[in-house]
């Protein structure tokens, strides 16, 4: 049985063949999000390219790449730098319905605190009508 952990992949291959551009341009625009401060990104991307996505990504941007089960066929693909991150896509809520739910989901995706708090405000002013 395959573990959470042990879908981290971390290998060298920069060749990427079977992957349609758009895909490809997608994961590279959110690594290099993720590069510049972003502390993750996710993308639903088909099955059939996780694999060499990962290495793709481990080997052009020495990022970490963890997939999740989406829906049949789909996988979701978290990307993110630092090592500790996983923990917390692993804890995160499936379905946020706390302010701390919103609030850390704000964080791992790289809102400011302004921009959270006035999520949070518009949340708490349309949920009371």
Known sequence: ???KES???RVSSPEIV???EFVKGQVSAYCEM??????????PIQ?????ELRRYIESQYGLYAYAEELA?????????????IL???????YKPETVFDHWVLGK???????AIRQYLEDQTLSNSV
């Open 1 to 3: 049985m395959e573990t």
């Open 34 to 43: 993720v590069q510049r401060g972003k502390p993750s990104a996710i993308l």
């Open 87 to 93: 923990k917390i896509i692993q804890n995160l809520p």
């Open 18 to 20: 079977n992957i349609p």
């Open 47 to 51: 099955n059939r390219y996780v694999a």
């Open 108 to 114: 791992i995706f790289g809102y400011s605190d302004e």
């Open 7 to 9: 879908k981290i992949l």
């Open 72 to 84: 049949e066929e789909w996988t979701t693909l978290w990307i993110y730098k630092d090592s500790h």
